[in-house]
């Protein structure tokens, strides 16, 4: 597993530097409107209404731009959070922490195209 | 006149066994002084792995139809998503400053003839594109334009 991990390093590595990099760039508006701005009522209510979020949602660019936004963070969270287990003491657990993380990473960034498709 | 002592003049018979410290982690780790930065880099994995799964719930909904949309809304609203989204701001801001400025740092001095422009151009640039896109993306979702 550790030797697959390390032929895996090239890959795991870019997708954690578009995690960080472009995950960060999306996830500051998404955060803004989706997350706070709209349940704030601070946006306007149609903003996000169905037939709008859904229209531009379904473009090739809403999808993805949405496919981007669930999937890089997934490989950003999954490297790091491999990372705060080395650090805490359990870099002999890796072998075994590592593929779970990002075998979580690799289900949610399936099941994020997966959402964009069918919308 | 000497001549040059052999490399392997002084070199024992038999090599002894080399001998190294037990890892210790530095006293300052994990929370005090520089490591606190560090750990807390570290830490926005949580947050970014759970952002990713709420996105994905939210997408979810709007490819199920209106009114799942309509709940996936509603639930958006309790406080217990607001209080994780302002922490989740407050993440993917401190992330987005931290390697953005390490990043015109960690460039290679040449990439075959050419040379990365300057650390200042590249710091910039970043912030240019995260203005630009985080921005452009905003406005689009809040109606502003589109």
Redesign the interface.
């Known amino acids: 597993m550790k030797h697959l991990l390390l032929r895996l390093e090239p890959v795991i590595w870019l997708l954690f530097g578009l995690?960080?990099?472009v995950?960060?760039?999306?996830?500051?508006?998404?955060?803004?409107?989706?997350?706070?701005?709209?349940?704030?009522g601070l946006?306007?209510a149609?903003?996000?209404a169905?037939e709008?979020?859904?229209a531009?949602?379904s473009t090739l660019i809403g999808r993805v731009?949405?496919a981007a936004?669930?999937?890089?963070?997934?490989w950003?969270?999954?490297?790091?959070?491999?990372?705060?287990s080395i650090?805490?003491?359990n870099a002999d657990r890796d072998g075994l922490v590592a593929p779970l993380l990002y075998l979580?990473?690799i289900a949610?960034s399936v099941?994020?195209i997966a959402?964009?498709v069918?919308? | 006149m000497a001549r040059a002592a052999h490399p392997d003049a002084m070199k024992p018979k038999t090599p002894g066994r080399t001998r190294t410290a037990p890892p210790m982690a530095p006293g300052e780790f994990p929370f005090a002084g520089r490591y606190r930065a560090y750990t807390l880099f570290d830490w926005t994995g949580i947050i970014y792995l759970l952002l990713g799964f709420v996105a994905l719930r939210v997408v979810w909904a709007l490819g199920d139809g209106e009114s799942a949309w309509l709940a996936v809304q509603g639930q958006l609203e309790n406080p217990l998503y607001l209080a994780f989204h302002l922490l989740s701001l407050v993440s993917v801001i401190f992330v987005g400053v931290r390697f953005f400025r390490l990043f015109p740092k960690a460039q290679p001095a040449r990439i075959g003839p050419l040379k990365p422009p300057p650390q200042l151009v590249i710091h910039v640039a970043l912030y240019a594109a995260w203005i630009g896109v985080a921005g452009g993306l905003a406005l689009v979702l809040a109606g502003g334009i589109f």
């Open positions: 995690g960080i990099m995950g960060t760039m999306l996830m500051t508006a998404w955060i803004a409107v989706v997350g706070l701005g709209a349940p704030m946006i306007p149609d903003a996000l169905f709008r979020a859904h531009l949602g731009v949405l936004l669930i999937a890089l963070p997934l950003k969270g999954a490297h790091h959070t491999r990372h705060i650090d805490m003491g979580i990473a949610g099941l994020g959402a964009v069918r919308l």
